[in-house]
């Protein structure tokens, strides 16, 4: 009976059509046509979508750091504008628009953990940090936290480079790698108690200052405290 | 058996002496034992981290539990404490108790120091104690520094190698002793070897040293007080060592070691599996180091990339901040006793201490001083900072540049005209009613209550 259902909530949705390009192209000319040009060849506000690729859109469109409000910030992540099927149709009218990187496909499960941490310390970490929770890069950029960021978004950033983060080509298997190891980042155990902020010893000397200094005082006042009732008699020496 | 022991050792008419000690009450006075508490917890954990710990520069194969290192080659040392942190029983527990006691120890010191300087204990007769007290502040950064690099990670051996470029940017001789310490260009094979000998023999036996030492000559002079009714600069007026102290002290001993046992089992300090092996190539970012060297990062990142070339030697923009500014640092708190005593032409023999607000100058020259290192400790995580509060980081760095010749100015002045009030008001601060008591007349009208 509930296979049936679901049988039949999934036939109601999956039709699978193909996202339409057409319906895209509706989309795109009253959402992003007024900075990236009628068709898509850019303009003052903004740079040319031929050729930027599936990999691209779909980044940009899934964590909601397009549209953009003010071109003069760095884009950040937020809610999506627009629902899956709308991304899809956007996604497929940009890239009909040139040849480009196609959406990567990413499988954690068989990601090698550790190939993927070598990748990670030697071409992330320096930006966002050892841990994944970001990091100031400098002249108003800065690396976001990656600690809430979906498989595919990571691998598609990876390729695309947004804003002032490189390029980087690897091969797929080394890009699963490297996904893997960032989601393994987002759901690390921390054998070592409540982990605090992931930054380093610059939380870990607050830490030290404010609760164990400041216990530590506390507790010098508590232990000298002078008791009014002991008999007022002073030794001398 | 007591009996037995003054027979052999004569040692009743001492002890009796030394159970009667006096220990004036104040629990500022509490501050010191603080940080011997901490050494106390630091040497008993370290003992157990020295059991596991290699201190081998070694290439090895991870094959340990933690899945995201395996396959990867480390030196024996990074192994040792990755094995340390997830195989030994309790290993992980002593490592973060260790790491805490270290930040906390260095803390207490700082803390003691501020409250010996801003009474004026340092004064004839115990300038002897004060350079004794600044030693021990300078080695016990040494052991933090050199712990802190011990497990050989990514994020220490970019601490290490900032070391080293420090100390090779010291004119003419810093090549040379540069290769004195780590035995060849950097990174070095024998470095984690030569700072496990520094980290567990040379400096805990200079700390000890010195701590007994300290203590010893406290035990000599007697202990400061504060002005009281019946204190003089001739007596000490408190409780007996017995059995009032040594309750209090041991009492003392067991919070600090309940409250270090706690940070260590809840929060997690330092996870170096998260950095990696240390790789010459690669940095991870944010990349600080403990706090109490945060002030020498500080300044590195504030001071502009000036170089200088004097007869044919260029002189590197770390030198400044690297070597210059915590030379004078540690020289001018070493000498402080000495600075005042010329300032104030007083020879005297004190032992009743100052209250901050007596000495008003004294406390503008130790706020501006403690607001110069803050900064620059701030400036030492000027990138967490941008992070954190979503700015610039070049805004952060000219901001402080800037308040690092400001504050500190305004900061004493400010201090200086709070103690000059305080003097007239007489009130402690934290005790003083503030506001005013108003109280309505018949008529309507209100008055100030005095």
């Known amino acids: 009976m509930l296979s049936l259902v679901l049988w039949a909530a999934g036939a109601s949705v999956a039709p699978a059509q193909e996202p339409d390009p057409a319906e895209g192209r509706e989309l795109y000319i009253d959402s992003c046509a007024s900075c990236h040009g009628a068709e898509g060849e850019g303009a003052e506000h903004g740079p040319s979508l031929v050729g930027v690729g599936a990999a691209s859109v779909d980044f940009y469109l899934r964590t909601g750091r397009m549209p953009l409000a003010n071109e003069s910030q760095q884009a950040v992540k937020k809610e999506p504008a627009f629902d899956d099927a709308q991304i899809e149709s956007l996604v497929a009218y940009v890239s009909s628009l040139g040849e480009g990187p196609p959406i990567p496909e990413v499988d954690t499960a068989t990601a090698e953990l550790s190939a993927g941490q070598e990748l990670f310390r030697d071409n992330c970490s320096a930006c966002h940090g050892a841990a994944g929770a970001g990091g100031a890069v400098g002249s108003n950029a800065f690396a976001p936290s990656l600690l809430e960021t979906d498989p595919v978004q990571i691998a598609e950033a990876t390729i695309v480079g947004p804003g002032q983060m490189p390029k980087f080509a690897f091969e797929e298997e080394a890009l699963n790698d490297l996904v893997g190891y960032v989601t393994y980042l987002q759901d690390v155990p921390e054998p070592g108690g409540e982990d605090i902020g992931r930054v380093g010893p610059v939380a870990e000397g607050f830490v030290a200052w404010v609760a164990g200094m400041g216990a530590l005082i506390a507790i010098s006042m508590f232990v000298g405290r002078k008791r009014e009732r002991s008999p007022a008699e002073p030794d001398q020496a | ?450």
């Open chain 2, 1 to 450: 058996m007591l009996k037995w022991l003054d027979e052999r050792l004569g040692a009743g008419h001492w002890a009796r002496k030394g159970l009667k000690k006096v220990f004036p009450d104040h629990w500022a006075f509490l501050l010191g034992e603080v940080a011997l508490f901490c050494f106390v917890v630091l040497v008993a954990t370290g003992v157990y981290l020295t059991l596991f710990f290699r201190p081998d520069a070694t290439p090895v194969i991870y094959d340990g539990p933690y899945r995201a290192l395996r396959g990867q080659e480390m030196s024996a040392a990074y192994e040792s404490v990755l094995r340390l942190s997830f195989e030994v029983r309790a290993g992980l527990l002593m490592r973060q108790i260790h790491h805490w006691a270290a930040l906390i120890f260095v803390a207490s010191i700082v803390v003691h120091a501020m409250r010996v300087f801003f009474t004026g204990a340092f004064r004839k007769p115990r300038e002897i104690n004060w350079l004794v007290g600044v030693s021990l502040l300078i080695f016990a950064i040494g052991m933090g520094f050199t712990g802190y690099s011990l497990p050989d990670d990514l994020l220490s051996g970019t601490g290490l190698r900032i070391a080293y470029s420090v100390m090779l940017s010291i004119p003419f001789i810093g090549p040379y002793i540069t290769f004195l310490v780590f035995g060849g260009e950097f990174p070095t094979e024998g470095i984690i070897s030569r700072l496990f000998v520094m980290h567990v023999m040379l400096l805990p036996a200079l700390v000890i040293g010195l701590i007994t030492v300290h203590l010893g000559i406290l035990w000599r002079q007697k202990h400061a007080q504060f002005r009281g009714p019946g204190r003089t600069e001739g007596n000490v007026v408190g409780k007996a060592f017995w059995p009032s102290q040594v309750f209090k002290s041991t009492g003392l001993m067991l919070l600090v070691a309940a409250v270090l046992a706690a940070l260590g089992g809840l929060v997690q300090i330092n996870g170096v599996w998260a950095y990696g092996p240390f790789d010459p190539t690669a940095v991870s970012g944010p990349a600080q180091p403990d706090w109490y060297v945060g002030w020498l990062e500080g300044g590195l990142r504030l001071f502009p990339a000036w170089e200088w070339t004097l007869f044919g030697v260029t002189i590197p923009s770390a030198f400044v901040p690297g070597v210059v500014i915590p030379g004078l640092v540690f020289t001018i708190l070493a000498l402080w006793p000495f600075i005042e005593q010329r300032i104030t032409k007083d020879y005297e023999v004190h032992n009743l201490l100052d209250r901050p607000r007596d000495v008003p100058w004294r406390t503008a020259v130790g706020t501006a001083g403690f607001l110069y290192m803050g900064l620059l400790t701030i400036a030492g995580g000027n990138d967490v900072l941008a992070l954190t509060f979503n700015i610039p980081v070049e805004g952060i760095t000219w901001f402080l540049r800037v308040a690092l010749l400001v504050v500190p100015v305004v900061g004493g002045m400010i201090a200086y005209r709070v103690c000059k009030e305080l003097q007239v008001g007489g009130d402690h601060p934290l005790r003083r009613r503030r506001g005013t008591v108003l109280r309505r007349t018949t008529s309507g009208g209100f008055e100030e209550v005095h």
